[in-house]
């Protein structure tokens, strides 16, 4: 009888490190990139905000650009580990480079302090857009296709674990006794240590994972199972999607597109609503951000196992449904209280175990529809259709709610959510369990 598969979780937890550093330059340049803008430059928010948005409209083009250009990569370390290594690089550079100008810019204002400052942001978010897809594609690249749930599953909680370590640094570097009162805050020792974490990971990884070895170890597991590969020879040698194939690629992207407008409607103007529909604070409103985070971060290796044993899709239905109940509940909640409850939390803590179940299978999903050869690619997509929901709900929701009300923003998010309930049941293809054995064969694997 043929043996089980089992993920090989210490080589995925090394696969992870390229995030944990994606992930916490990230939660660095979210935090303290709009205090400089603001603070440092004096600019508005409208001029701060289009530059804080200027990451997630590169995303919709450098993304799919340097996933697809990955593929078709071939080097003695690999298709990714060059865009990994050498975006990490420059990133580092020009991350050191940014609180250089704004102090310069402190001690005495000018116009081409500002400018540099602007360019160097500008090429700092292009070169952290050459590695992410690749980075991404990597796990897919390494693991069997039908362990990518659980594999995912330990790639975000890399994300968060490298989130958490920069929110601990700069808790630790920078508390409120050291920089109340300040007219300008020195941020180049944080710098330098986000830049000392991404420097580490990536230099481990490159050291661990070799990933010729690994990939060509992965595609000959994945020659031996042809029923894992939903290509098809067109003819020419050449192998192609087939039609359906294409169909359920389609309403899969729609899908993370529509989940995406819902969950980061709420996830960006949360805090304003709060203080507009309840009279709440800042604090209030973090903290039950802050749960979700934690639920989610809880939740993402048993919402692997259980993919692996339900399946992707049926999980990520089951996230669909609860994420808009709970932002169902949201709204209730929020319009017939002045204060937040333990029962607000409770449905945040819920928030967050629905978003994992349906985060760590998206992107597994998408990749079990292409071929091998075009992981990166694909993992392009998955970001095109993510960010470009990212670009258009804080617009669409903010402009709704002015227009409207502030009361329309958990309808709003739960209608988003539902109608990605619905486009979900058009996906045929990408799940990780197999059609049901009829008849004689039903019985073969019962005792695995």
């Not at 701060?48 to 993304?63: K, R, V, Y």
């Not at 810019?105 to 400052?117: E, G, I, N, Q, W």
């Not at 749930?149 to 370590?165: E, F, P, T």
């Amino acid at each position: 009888m043929e043996e089980k598969m089992e993920l090989d979780n210490k080589r995925t937890l090394l696969v992870g490190l390229a995030f944990l550093s994606i992930c916490a330059f990230w939660q660095m340049y979210d935090n303290v990139v709009p205090l400089i803008l603001t603070k440092t430059f004096n600019m508005n928010e409208t001029y701060s905000g289009a530059i804080m948005a200027l990451d997630n409209i590169l995303a919709l083009f450098l993304l799919p650009f340097f996933g697809g250009l990955s593929d078709k990569t071939n080097t003695k370390i690999g298709k990714r580990m060059p865009y990994i290594l050498m975006g990490t690089a420059v990133a580092i550079v020009l991350v050191n480079l940014l609180p250089f100008f704004d102090n310069g810019y402190a001690v005495s204002p000018s116009t081409s302090l500002l400018v540099l400052f602007v360019i160097c942001l500008g090429l700092l978010l292009v070169a952290m857009g050459t590695y992410r897809s690749p980075a991404v594609a990597l796990m897919p690249d390494v693991t069997p296709k039908p362990l990518r749930s659980k594999a995912n599953a330990i790639i975000n909680l890399m994300g968060a674990v490298g989130g958490i370590i920069y929110l601990g640094v700069a808790a630790v570097m920078y508390p409120n006794a050291k920089t109340e009162g300040l007219a300008h805050v020195n941020y180049q020792p944080l710098f330098i240590v986000v830049s000392a974490i991404m420097f580490v990971s990536v230099l481990v990884l490159f050291l661990t994972i070799k990933e010729p070895k690994l990939v060509a170890e992965n595609k000959k597991l994945e020659d031996e199972h042809p029923e894992w590969n939903l290509a098809e020879d067109d003819g020419s040698g050449k192998e192609v999607l087939p039609k359906q194939v294409k169909v359920s690629l389609g309403f899969m992207l729609a899908s993370i597109a529509l989940w995406f407008i819902g969950y980061n409607g709420v996830t960006t103007w949360f805090t304003t609503y709060v203080d507009q529909i309840m009279g709440q604070g800042l604090g209030g409103a973090s903290t039950c951000l802050l749960i979700a985070t934690g639920g989610a971060i809880v939740s993402y290796v048993p919402i692997g196992m259980l993919a692996s044993r339900i399946g992707r899709k049926k999980t990520i239905m089951g996230g669909c449904i609860l994420l808009a109940v709970c932002f169902g509940l949201g709204y209730i909640l929020t319009t017939t209280s002045s204060s937040i409850t333990t029962v607000m939390f409770i449905v945040f803590a819920l928030v967050g175990l629905a978003w994992a179940a349906i985060n760590v299978n998206s992107l597994p999903m998408v990749v079990e529809m292409c071929r091998g050869s075009d992981i990166g690619k694909f993992t392009g997509y998955y970001y095109t259709a993510s960010m470009a929901a990212q670009v258009v709900t804080p617009i669409l929701a903010g402009t709704l709610m002015r227009k409207v009300s502030y009361k329309v923003l958990f309808p709003y998010a739960a209608l988003f959510v539902a109608l990605s309930f619905v486009t979900m049941l058009f996906v045929k293809h990408g799940d990780s369990i197999p059609e049901a054995k009829k008849g004689l064969a039903a019985y073969e694997d019962m005792d695995d």
